[in-house]
């Protein structure tokens, strides 16, 4: 019965994501949750009978559309089997997260690897050329429209900062691989709590936690910064890449607080909502919103409050 259940389930969520992959076409939005029929199976049936599933999706995806579209459902596949086995699993809603944002990584990188062997295009090059040929129209259109007062030290201090961008493709996957691994999570919670009458949800927010070893990983690197001068040495642009996630990380724990603290204060819920806002509307404030994600984690400040 076990088995004839799994086939079941296979062939129709299998036909499901086919069937999306093919509305992404014309309706390129629906990527962002071709991962969710992988993460119902695998939240159902562990992760052997997905990979199973993932090889079937992969054939059936080569043969309706072409073998240029081979990334997507490996994207989608590692990406919602680690979602969904963690569901199988029982682990907390944070820790699938983390799952799940190493599976969309993964896949990513199998797709930089597929683009490179099979299309002859290495993807962080063209990145970066499109970025300098952005730089370069540019400051094109500051000389047409008679800006040439700007001067070559304003000129150096962009492309000082594009160049820094352009070193960050790294934690530019990571950030992608969270996005994609939190509203597959999200879409796939809803749909799990319908049919399955589970009761799968994200803790409060204000209740986020992350581990405190991120402030010591955020330190070494700001310390490893100060030894490696050379801004294109691969240690230094590890370093930078280090530093661009965990500053993230910190920021996230600075709003979690902030919204705490509001909870705490019985302050209208709009608040934090509309301070969020600006903070990222107004960047000059993410600094302050980091340093109090690292008071927050390091001395303990909710217990304080509590106590």
Same mark, same amino acid.
């Given at each position: 019965? &076990?088995?004839?259940?799994?086939?079941?389930?296979?062939?129709?969520?299998?036909?499901?994501?086919?069937?999306?992959?093919?509305?992404?076409?014309?309706?390129?939005?629906?990527?962002?949750?071709?991962?969710?029929?992988?993460?119902i199976?695998?939240?159902?049936?562990?992760?052997?009978p997905?990979?199973?599933?993932?090889?079937?999706?992969?054939?059936?995806?080569?043969?309706?559309?072409? @073998?240029?579209?081979?990334p997507?459902?490996?994207?989608?596949?590692?990406?919602?089997?680690?979602?969904?086995?963690?569901?199988?699993?029982? =682990?907390?809603?944070?820790?699938?997260?983390?799952?799940?944002?190493?599976?969309?990584?993964? /896949?990513?990188?199998?797709?930089?690897?597929?683009?490179?062997?099979?299309?002859?295009?290495?993807? @962080?090059?063209?990145? &970066?050329?499109? @970025?300098?040929?952005?730089?370069d129209?540019?400051?094109?259109?500051?000389?047409?429209?008679?800006? /040439?007062?700007?001067?070559?030290?304003?000129? /150096?201090?962009?492309?000082?900062?594009?160049?820094?961008?352009?070193?960050?493709?790294?934690?530019?996957?990571?950030?992608?691989?969270?996005?994609?691994?939190?509203?597959?999570?999200?879409?796939?919670?809803?749909?799990?709590?319908?049919?399955?009458? +589970?009761?799968?949800?994200?803790? +409060?927010?204000?209740?986020? =936690?992350?581990?405190?070893?991120?402030?010591?990983?955020?330190?070494?690197?700001?310390?490893?910064?100060?030894?490696?001068?050379?801004?294109?040495?691969?240690?230094?642009?590890?370093?930078? &890449?280090? @530093?661009?996630?965990?500053?993230?990380?910190l920021i996230?724990?600075?709003?979690?607080?902030?919204?705490?603290?509001?909870?705490? +204060? &019985?302050?209208?819920?709009?608040?934090?909502?509309?301070?969020?806002?600006?903070?990222?509307?107004?960047?000059?404030?993410?600094?302050?919103?980091?340093?109090? /994600?690292?008071?927050?984690?390091?001395?303990?400040?909710?217990? =304080?409050?509590?106590?």
């Amino acid at each position: 019965m &076990n088995k004839s259940k799994q086939l079941t389930d296979g062939a129709l969520l299998t036909v499901i994501f086919v069937v999306l992959l093919l509305i992404n076409t014309f309706v390129p939005v629906l990527m962002v949750v071709l991962a969710v029929p992988f993460v119902i199976f695998a939240a159902k049936h562990n992760w052997k009978p997905s990979l199973i599933m993932l090889g079937v999706a992969t054939i059936l995806s080569m043969l309706f559309a072409t @073998i240029y579209s081979l990334p997507i459902p490996i994207l989608a596949g590692l990406g919602g089997i680690m979602i969904g086995t963690a569901i199988y699993r029982e =682990r907390s809603a944070y820790e699938t997260w983390a799952r799940g944002t190493l599976g969309f990584v993964a /896949g990513i990188l199998f797709f930089f690897l597929f683009a490179f062997i099979m299309m002859d295009v290495n993807v @962080i090059e063209e990145f &970066n050329a499109q @970025i300098d040929q952005s730089l370069d129209m540019s400051k094109q259109l500051i000389l047409d429209f008679g800006m /040439g007062e700007v001067s070559e030290e304003e000129f /150096g201090l962009v492309e000082r900062q594009v160049m820094l961008f352009k070193q960050l493709v790294p934690v530019i996957v990571v950030l992608a691989s969270i996005f994609l691994a939190l509203i597959n999570q999200w879409v796939s919670y809803k749909i799990l709590n319908r049919i399955e009458r +589970k009761q799968l949800h994200f803790p +409060k927010f204000r209740n986020l =936690r992350l581990p405190t070893a991120i402030i010591w990983i955020y330190l070494l690197a700001m310390v490893g910064t100060l030894f490696q001068m050379d801004s294109s040495d691969t240690v230094y642009i590890a370093l930078q &890449n280090v @530093i661009m996630l965990t500053e993230f990380l910190l920021i996230f724990q600075g709003i979690s607080f902030i919204f705490f603290y509001s909870h705490h +204060k &019985n302050i209208s819920k709009a608040i934090p909502i509309i301070t969020t806002i600006f903070v990222f509307l107004l960047p000059i404030l993410l600094p302050l919103v980091r340093i109090i /994600g690292i008071i927050d984690l390091g001395f303990g400040l909710r217990d =304080r409050m509590v106590k």
